[in-house]
């Protein structure tokens, strides 16, 4: 059995909605193991000069968990 956990982020990008969503997942894939998906909650822009300037994503990434290590009885031994 897996357990899973999730974040909420933002990302951005000056080029485009879906390049804001690779820069999100390549960054947190960086740091996290185990990605397993990602929920796009909402969208947004900045605008500049009556032009969109950034394009953002706010996300929910989903990713499991590591299982604790095993114990190995390897250790000090109770007299």
């Not at 899973?4 to 485009?16: F, L, R, T």
């Not at 397993?36 to 499991?64: E, P």
Request: hydrophobic letters at 35%.
């Amino acid at each position: 059995m897996s357990i899973m956990k999730s974040e909420e982020i933002m990302a951005e990008s000056s080029k485009s909605f879906e390049d804001a969503i690779q820069v999100a997942i390549s960054r947190f894939s960086k740091t996290v193991r185990g990605l397993a998906s990602c929920h796009v909650n909402a969208m947004s822009t900045t605008i500049r000069d009556g032009k969109i300037d950034m394009y953002r994503v706010n996300m929910q990434m989903t990713f499991q968990v590591d299982a604790p290590p095993e114990k190995s009885g390897h250790g000090k031994k109770k007299k």
